[in-house]
């Protein structure tokens, strides 16, 4: 008995570690038509929005949203531009380490 559990468990187990894609052509990630459908603002954001602007007249409501967006876009941006830096700065230093390769190369 203990053998039958302990061989389900260990083909249980493999069959976990097996990768299923369910994206057409076997790409990982959201399909095309999740990508239609999807919007800016995530779910999160606009429930939080919902209650700051409760109990709020429509001119209020207008600006604080506004407002809120203008902030998340800033963020978003800082964001973009900061992983940019980063890449900028792999690339620079990915091309300081093949020249440094080259010329010790040249040296011996």
């Known amino acids: ?3 039958t559990i302990s061989c389900m468990l260990l083909v249980a187990f493999l ?6 894609f369910a994206a057409e052509g076997g790409k990982k ?9 999807a919007s800016e603002e995530a779910i999160f954001h ?16 207008a600006a604080i949203i506004a ?3 203008a902030q998340r876009a800033a963020a978003r941006a800082e ?5 940019e830096a980063k890449k900028a700065e ?12 080259k010329l010790k190369d040249k040296l011996q």
Do not use: C
Request: charged fraction near 40%.
């Open 1 to 3: 008995m203990r053998k």
């Open 15 to 20: 069959i976990s570690g097996v990768t299923v």
């Open 29 to 37: 990630g959201a399909s095309s038509q999740a990508y239609e459908h």
């Open 46 to 61: 606009r429930v939080g929005d919902w209650f700051s602007t409760l109990g709020k007249s429509k001119e209020e409501k």
């Open 67 to 69: 407002e809120r967006r």
């Open 79 to 83: 964001k973009e531009a900061a992983q």
């Open 90 to 101: 792999k690339k620079a230093s990915k091309t300081a380490k093949k020249a440094e390769k």
